[in-house]
């Protein structure tokens, strides 16, 4: 994800009314980690779609589990590239002689 995501996400939330409070997209969140986890069901688990039943789409899931994160990463003041290259930099030092 480009360093300057987050504040073209943060730019067009405030241009549509502002975030909703932080629960309010912690939920949105988990629907969204909801809709993902149909799509992967309905692609690689038993639980196969219906035939009139879209899918799932896993990029689009990806892509809005990446949007909520940005907003409410920004609505908290923190910087969600700077927290993801920390959480790379711990993957690498806890597991760096696991794998
Ligand atoms: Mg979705």
Do not use: C
């Not at 073209?8 to 009314?17: D, I, K, L, P």
């Not at 690689?44 to 879209?54: A, L, N, R, V």
């Not at 990029?59 to 920390?86: S, T, W």
């Amino acid at each position: 994800m480009p360093d300057d995501y987050q504040a073209r996400v943060g730019q067009w939330v405030e241009a549509h009314g502002g975030a909703w409070p932080p629960l309010a997209n912690l939920a949105r969140l988990s629907e969204e980690v909801g809709e993902l986890a149909r799509a992967l069901n309905g692609r690689f688990g038993p639980k196969t779609p219906k035939p009139t039943e879209h899918p799932g789409d896993l990029a689009e899931e990806i892509g809005d589990i990446a949007f909520v994160l940005a907003v409410l990463a920004g609505q908290l003041g923190l910087d969600l590239h700077q927290a993801a290259e920390d959480a790379l930099r711990k993957a690498k030092r806890r597991d760096s002689e696991r794998f």
